[in-house]
């Protein structure tokens, strides 16, 4: 069963541009038309931008017009503080770019997930590391303007734990507080086990809270919550049919290059990989999500990745020699 037929066949979600744009290029890497591609490569980071351009393209890509940025760095993985610094000012610059914020600009962060769940607590746990300012203008404007921008957060939970609609939430918010821009942050379903955690998605174009495990809420965009949105993403989990496949596919290899077991390989079919993919699966209908034991650790790297990317982008005050102050 090839790569596309198995997220039709499974309904496995792609949260990542990048992953959709390589399912749809496929070996021959064919371009599509209506969306650009451009990559630049630094010590410890690969950085894709993906651009949708044309209805076409987004129809390709099933995704809104707009830019998706990509940096893959398997270095967050480890413990290493020169790369997690890295990183941290390659998402700061990307990030600044990306919002062109005006002096007296003011930004609503907001940390989508559900904090009781560790793979979904990544939206959270940045609020929770950010610096907030708003009320700062309140009471010292003098000592903080020209140094840091106007931020709030706030941290909504998930339509199980309120009953109300995460988007009717920032939309009551936004009327109130009146921000420039949103910001919002979130846990996303890799279709590969090497991008968890591994890899952090910016996009332009909103989001759609609950879409990586097959739980569609009411998308964060502009026309729903009434403001301009830059989202913020990381993989944390991956579909167990993702696995399975991947384990098929390389038991197919082995059995394909072993003279004593070629017949057997010629004699399996896509109907009998999907029946064992679906037995296999069956106990959960295909929706079962995985995530690594060390996901505490992830969410906590990437959590403080993305909180000093957003306080170096944010505010004039923060640089890459002192952003990790300023964490909360």
């Keep these: 069963m090839k790569k596309d037929e198995l997220f039709h066949f499974f309904k496995v979600n792609l949260d990542m541009a990048i992953e959709a744009h390589e399912l749809l290029r496929g070996q021959g890497q064919e371009e599509i038309a209506g969306v650009t591609m451009t990559q630049e490569k630094t010590p410890h980071a690969t950085v894709t931008t993906i651009t949708i351009e044309t209805e076409e393209g987004s129809r390709q890509m099933g995704r809104p017009l707009g830019q998706y940025v990509t940096i893959e760095a398997p270095s967050i993985l480890s413990n290493n503080y020169t790369a997690h610094q890295e990183i941290t000012e390659i998402l700061g610059k990307k990030l600044i770019t990306m919002m062109a914020l005006g002096e007296d600009a003011s930004i609503l962060l907001v940390g989508l997930g559900n904090w009781n769940a560790t793979p979904d607590a990544l939206g959270p746990q940045v609020v929770n590391k950010s610096l907030v300012t708003r009320h700062l203008f309140q009471f010292t404007p003098a000592a903080v303007k020209g140094k840091l921008r106007k931020v709030s957060a706030i941290t909504p939970g998930v339509l199980g734990l309120t009953g109300i609609e995460t988007a009717e939430i920032i939309r009551g918010i936004v009327e109130h507080v009146h921000p420039d821009l949103v910001i919002a942050i979130d846990s996303l379903a890799a279709g590969s086990l090497d991008r968890i955690g591994a890899s952090i998605q910016l996009a332009d174009t909103g989001i759609s809270p609950g879409s990586g495990v097959g739980n569609r809420r009411m998308g964060l965009t502009q026309e729903t919550i009434g403001c301009k949105i830059l989202a913020i993403g990381v993989p944390t989990v991956v579909n167990a049919a993702v696995i399975a496949h991947h384990t098929l596919e390389i ?10 077991l070629y017949r057997l390989y010629k004699e399996l079919n896509q109907q009998t990989t999907e029946k064992i993919l679906t037995e296999v699966l069956s106990p959960f209908n295909g929706s079962l999500m995985v995530t690594p034991k060390e996901i505490d ?12 990317g957003l306080g170096m982008s944010l505010h004039p005050e923060i640089n890459e020699k002192n952003y990790a102050a300023y964490f909360q």
């Design 251 to 260: 038991l197919l290899d082995e059995l394909k290059t072993s003279p004593s």
């Design 297 to 308: 650790t992830l969410i906590d790297s990437t959590a403080r990745i993305i909180a000093g």
